[in-house]
């Protein structure tokens, strides 16, 4: 009997051994080490030896390489166990690349991974109440391992998507006295025949508004991710993060964007073990790299992508962890008014390249090469390369790389390079503006952020304003606005406004699945989207989020009612913005009026924290509320927080 599953067919399932032979060699330790290294040090030697390196090689410098892998993989690359996403799934391949090259240069390579999820897959469900509070989760896991294997010279981060990749350059970039590289995990190409990750998630709201068929959709959904690693083929957070930490000078030259399981991705690996090699040698220590002139030219590289909103609170994660000076809303909306658009890829058009067509066309570097000669970067920036920004860049414009990927592009898709990432004059003669705005207003008197880029430029006046007045349709969850749209009570001309969605209702959920529906609606171009939630980088529409106060800290936007009158107002030519409140039960009032009226209003009685939200999101809430809130990065500001618990631990009379 074998009711409760202790037996087994095997034979040999009892054939157990008590002791093993154990590592043949002798550990290369002398009297000096004995007397002076920690237990833990010399333990490692055993525990190495153990796991079957060479005892007579372990003294050469340890490099720890992290990575977001997930998955398991035969070494045909079918799948055995399947990882969240392609994002994950092939970066084990980078990380063996390094390794190599590291055991090739008497160097021993440590491998360690803390896994990611995907924000695609948490769409529309609760497991989008643990996305943005799992970057922080991960960055400390990674900091802990860093900091686990003391005997490490050096960090190598590997890693692609919306969360993991933020997490590993916040925990990189908090490795002040090491040096560390990051290597981006590159990015999945487009089906010859099909739609891109983007578009493909809106199937359902297509197929509802008998846009396709199901027979389209179960065809063009198998065939979407057409190769099985790498970030989405869109500019959103995946593909803008590689983006920044390129641009910061974490990464090598030309490294991020570059196609998932090709033979110029993994060299990156390989370079890149080389590189911190070399930094180690040359004792560059991750302080070296990022400053606040890094953080400079990478929101302006990223104003030249028109990259993620998603970035607004990345980045000035990434600072706190150097100690650097967070960037906030001023800065990116001074920065993106400066800094023309210069990159036509998804979603921002008009053209609608894909990373990797971008990547072939220059990247980074040649995004950098306009920018620098507009004189707004700062050259003198150094990078994990070993060269400064400006060494970089001229050795870029005449590489070899360079001009025969720009002949591959034009040659092999047909595509102009310089349609892909265009000079200042081109890209205004094509009208391409800046992307990001940030609209105040009675709604927002903490500011928002809106892709303008996004807005369907038919709905624009010709004076470049985007300008619509209507009723609001208040929503308390996403699935609910979801409803409203699929069976078809929404309609043109109505501001739909999502609350409860911030960091304190969901931990700040991204509202993808309503953006996406919005674009591939007919009638969705006349629609306005409000939230206290957050976007991909991928978004569509009028859509504004990051609305603050959310409205769970008492933000006017938690004040809002069916019927009430709002008006949004974006100059895309400036990038200057607002939506305000501007009446109540189809009257209009002055604007001191309806700012009066609103601020008299109390809070809904129905506004309430997702029944949903995990303890663990509760907490990152109420930390990261502390530290700066939404436009502080999300982060943990230990001393903020201390000095809060201390207050209070004395108004009760326990410190």
Same mark, same amino acid.
């Given at each position: 009997m074998n009711h409760c599953g202790f037996d087994s067919k095997s034979g040999e399932l009892y054939d157990i051994h008590t002791r093993a032979r154990g590592p043949?060699?002798?550990?290369?330790?002398?009297?000096?080490?004995?007397?002076?290294?920690?237990?833990?040090?010399?333990?490692?030697?055993?525990?190495?030896?153990?796991?079957?390196?060479?005892?007579?090689?372990?003294?050469?410098?340890?490099?720890?390489?992290?990575?977001?892998?997930?998955?398991?993989?035969?070494?045909?690359?079918?799948?055995?166990?399947?990882?969240?996403?392609?994002?994950?799934?092939?970066?084990?391949?980078?990380?063996?690349?390094?390794?190599?090259?590291?055991?090739?240069?008497?160097?021993i390579p440590f491998a360690a991974a803390c896994t990611d999820p995907c924000d695609g897959r948490s769409q529309g469900t609760t497991a989008m109440f643990d996305s943005l509070p799992f970057r922080n989760d991960a960055a400390t896991i990674f900091r802990r391992l860093i900091r686990s294997l003391p005997t490490r010279r050096g960090v190598m981060g590997v890693a692609t998507c919306d969360k993991g990749l933020p997490a590993m350059m916040m925990a990189l970039a908090g490795t002040r006295d090491l040096p560390c590289i990051l290597v981006p995990g590159g990015v999945t190409l487009l089906p010859e025949e099909g739609e891109d990750a983007g578009r493909i998630q809106t199937i359902g709201i297509r197929f509802m508004h008998a846009q396709i068929s199901v027979e389209h959709a179960a065809e063009m959904g198998c065939r979407a991710c057409a190769s099985p690693g790498g970030g989405c083929q869109f500019l959103g957070t995946a593909a803008t993060s590689q983006v920044v930490g390129e641009a910061l000078g974490m990464s090598l030259g030309h490294s991020a964007l570059a196609p998932s399981g090709h033979a110029i991705w993994l060299d990156t690996a390989e370079r890149s073990a080389r590189a911190l090699m070399d930094m180690e040698r040359r004792r560059v220590r991750m302080r070296d790299i990022l400053t606040?002139?890094?953080?400079? +030219? @990478?929101?302006?590289?990223?104003?030249?992508?028109?990259?993620?909103?998603? /970035? %607004?609170?990345? #980045? &000035?994660?990434?600072?706190?962890?150097?100690?650097?000076?967070?960037? +906030? @809303?001023?800065?990116?909306?001074?920065?993106?008014?400066?800094?023309?658009? /210069? %990159?036509?890829? #998804? &979603?921002?058009?008009p053209r609608n390249h894909p990373t990797i067509q971008v990547f072939l066309a220059g990247g980074v570097p040649?995004?950098?090469?306009?920018?620098?000669?507009?004189?707004? #970067?700062?050259?003198?920036?150094?990078?994990?390369?070993?060269?400064?920004?400006?060494?970089?860049?001229?050795?870029?414009?005449?590489?070899?790389?360079?001009?025969?990927l720009r002949k591959l592009l034009k040659e092999r898709d047909g595509v102009n390079p310089d349609d892909v990432i265009l000079s200042p004059a081109a890209a205004k003669n094509k009208g391409m503006k800046p992307t990001v705005c940030f609209p105040h207003g009675n709604i927002a008197p903490e500011g928002s952020v809106l892709k303008s880029t996004s807005i369907d430029p038919t709905v624009i006046d010709p004076d470049g304003v985007f300008r619509k007045t209507g009723p609001a349709r208040v929503f308390l969850t996403e699935p609910e606005a979801m409803k409203a749209l699929k069976e078809g009570r929404i309609s043109a001309g109505q501001i739909m406004v999502l609350i409860g969605r911030g960091p304190s209702g969901t931990g700040m959920e991204e509202t993808y699945q309503l953006t996406s529906a919005l674009k591939y609606l007919p009638f969705g171009k006349e629609v306005v989207l409000l939230t206290d939630a957050r976007f991909s980088g991928v978004s569509t529409g009028a859509c504004i989020g990051h609305i603050s106060p959310e409205a769970l800290a008492g933000g006017p936007i938690g004040k809002l009612r069916d019927g009430d009158l709002i008006e949004v107002i974006i100059d895309s030519n400036t990038l200057a913005g607002s939506i305000n409140f501007i009446g109540e039960d189809g009257t209009q009032v002055d604007p001191a009026e309806a700012s009066r009226i609103l601020a008299a209003r109390p809070l809904r009685p129905d506004l309430a924290p997702d029944p949903a939200l995990p303890p663990e999101t509760r907490l990152w809430a109420a930390l990261q509320q502390i530290s700066g809130g939404t436009w502080g990065g999300c982060v943990y500001d230990v001393d903020a927080i201390l000095q809060t618990i201390s207050k209070g631990l004395e108004r009760e009379g326990k410190s």
């Open positions: 043949r060699g002798t550990l290369p330790i002398d009297e000096t080490m004995l007397r002076a290294r920690p237990s833990g040090d010399l333990f490692g030697l055993s525990q190495n030896a153990g796991m079957g390196w060479d005892p007579a090689s372990l003294n050469g410098n340890e490099y720890l390489i992290l990575s977001t892998h997930g998955g398991v993989r035969k070494e045909d690359g079918t799948p055995v166990a399947l990882g969240y996403h392609t994002g994950h799934w092939e970066v084990g391949l980078l990380v063996e690349a390094a390794a190599r090259e590291f055991k090739a240069a008497s160097a606040d002139i890094s953080i400079a +030219n @990478a929101m302006l590289v990223h104003a030249a992508f028109g990259g993620s909103t998603n /970035l %607004v609170i990345h #980045l &000035p994660a990434i600072a706190h962890a150097a100690g650097l000076r967070r960037p +906030n @809303a001023q800065d990116w909306a001074r920065i993106n008014s400066q800094v023309p658009r /210069l %990159v036509d890829a #998804l &979603p921002n058009g040649e995004v950098m090469l306009h920018l620098r000669a507009l004189g707004l #970067l700062d050259v003198s920036a150094q990078t994990v390369s070993g060269c400064t920004l400006d060494e970089l860049l001229d050795e870029w414009k005449d590489s070899e790389r360079r001009h025969q």
